[in-house]
């Protein structure tokens, strides 16, 4: 006698319609799309641009001091490696909270002393520390968010680091035109904007951000495809809206307007997830059997069989790696592709021939993105086109995410071309638009910063992917992290010691010509081709080495990505497939002959 669960005053169309609610909000194909969500709000850490001019004209600092602040932005958005230990040991939603908390702090602190809140202006050590706070929160929310979205997809890695961080990159354009649409004009409210919203929206869909079991689908890639063309149309909706802004003055009912159409291209993708999660619910009540016990019984000895077995499996890989001392291990490195412990990824020379290739390419890169409004000021550019300047380059830093994603994922799977190649050919067109700012080529800044932002969203998912590769996943919360380090230590290099150095010395010449000195608070400003000619020849030289050591890491893995680097996985995948396959043979047997079948 078959009992069901489901009270009989509930009508069917209700109970299958309630069925269907929680499956989608539970499944991992709605994870996926919050997972969008949140990183299209994520991104404040690339709209220093934007809100340093605000800091430097109110607090009263020189190039030198601001490009610091920017240096320990970089730091708390990379120095991710507690947040990665700390999702080694708790469930996602645990570190995302944290992200959220330590983002509505850090702005709202630094909207406090933009807008004068404090009885005395805060030092600039503790500007840095409120600087550093928010863009830290990035670590966390990221590491949360992505690591989370490929262990649940990852078949599917490169397009899901490449569809995140695309989200990521379109963030300071999604955000500036929000802030346009609540704010107006008001610059100092931007900060006030960045501070609740990731917040807001990251605690909404925190009960979704979670580990799936299952494993990759034949229509997962096709599915991430389409949301791929969905992200393309939102982001040349914003490409055509920043024009039109740079052309036309827009009242604030037409920001509104075009906020709302934005907002709609945004939860779009929210219809590839109830055509996929409905397809999935439909196959299983087509094949879901009757409830019966015998058929229980007869089946769990090939669960039980296999789970005992997997178990073994991984028994006797733990112990045959636990024969030998910790500090043994970490010389006893297992082949590319397998997991690594997070002292062997560390210590290996891949590591550090990609570490140190990501640190003179995110460099330049970098000082570009953190510099964009002085570099624009300093070459004769408008207030306004300064903003279309940001606008453009979270676009472009957008498409080169997306592209890295599809592009190298498809020379991998299909050309079996070293992934690192693409990085070599990342940093050789950084060198470009590094030259077109160092030689101030007529309206050179526009193009500049397209090339750049396209290369300094593509540098990000092919470094996480590499990680991911070579390194396996068992510990990438921690090595996803690890790999972000490279990024301050350019930022530094780069910004602070050579851009934000000779930039200084340069306006301090220009004063001198003049017969001026600096008073004390005073900001000091450079203009001309020279504020940042020299800093930028040195950038684009660093950045042509950055691309020769890559090629090291090219040679050394052509073997390695010439192979089925995915072949572990699919073959769990096949062993479990051919578990269910017996499950369902044994309830089709037990449905025909209306008695239970024994093995």
Known sequence: MVVSSEPHSIPTGLRWTRSFAVQ????????????????????????????SRDIK??????????????????LGSNIGILSGLLNEVTPPFVVVSVGAILNFFGYFMIWLAVNRKFTHPPSVPLMAFYVFVGANSHCSTNTGVVVTSVKNFPGSRGIVIGMLSGYLGL??????????????????????????????????????????????????????????????????????????????????????????????????????????ELNLWRAKKQQEPQKVVETIATEKPKLDEYENTTKHREEAASSASGSCSWWSNIFRKPERGDDYTILQAILSL????????????????????????QIGTALGYSPHS?????????????????????????????????????????????????????????????????????????????????????????????????????SPIGSYLMSVRVAGYLYDKEAMRQLAEKGLKRKEGEELNCNGNECYRLAFFIIAGVTLFGALVSLILVARTRR??????????????????????????????????????AN
């Open 350 to 373: 891949d590591m550090a021939i990609l570490f140190s290739a990501v640190i003179c390419g995110l460099g330049g890169t970098l000082t570009v993105v953190n510099n964009l409004s």
């Open 171 to 276: 963030s300071a354009a999604i955000i500036t035109q929000l802030f346009y649409a609540f704010y107006g004009n008001d610059s100092k409210s931007l900060l006030l904007l960045m501070a609740w919203l990731p917040t807001a929206t990251s605690f909404l869909f925190l009960p979704v951000i979670r580990h799936h079991k299952g494993l990759q689908q034949p229509n997962d890639t096709r599915n991430f495809y389409k949301f791929v063309y969905l992200s393309l149309l939102l982001a040349g909706f914003l490409l055509i809206i920043i024009i039109l802004e740079k052309c036309l003055k827009f009242t604030q009912s037409e920001y509104y307007l075009a906020s709302s159409f934005m907002l709609l291209l945004l939860i779009l993708p929210v219809v590839v997830v109830i055509s996929e």
């Open 560 to 597: 390695f990505y010439r192979s089925d680097i995915y072949e572990k996985f699919r073959e769990k995948e096949e062993d479990i497939n051919n578990h269910t396959n017996e499950t369902e043979m044994g309830v089709v047997a037990h449905k025909q002959d209306g008695q239970p079948r």
């Open 24 to 51: 989608l909000i539970t499944g991992r194909w709605f994870m996926i799309f919050s997972s969008f969500l949140i990183m299209s709000v994520s991104g404040a850490s690339y709209m220093f641009a934007l809100y």
């Open 386 to 486: 300064i903003t279309t300047f940001v606008s453009l380059m979270a676009i472009w830093i957008y498409l080169g995410k997306i592209a890295q994603g599809v592009i190298s994922e498809f020379m991998v799977t299909k050309l079996k071309f070293p992934r690192p190649f693409m990085l070599t050919l990342i940093l050789v067109l950084s060198c470009v638009g590094h030259l077109l700012v160092a030689f101030n080529v007529p309206n050179g800044l526009y193009v500049a910063s397209i090339i750049i932002g396209f290369c300094f969203g593509a540098n990000w998912p092919i470094l996480f992917t590499i990680i991911s590769e070579l390194f396996g996943l068992k510990y990438y919360s921690t090595l996803y992290n690890v790999g972000s380090v490279a």
């Open 57 to 74: 004209s109110v607090l009263g600092y020189d190039q030198s001091t601001l490009n610091l602040l920017s240096f320990f932005k970089d």
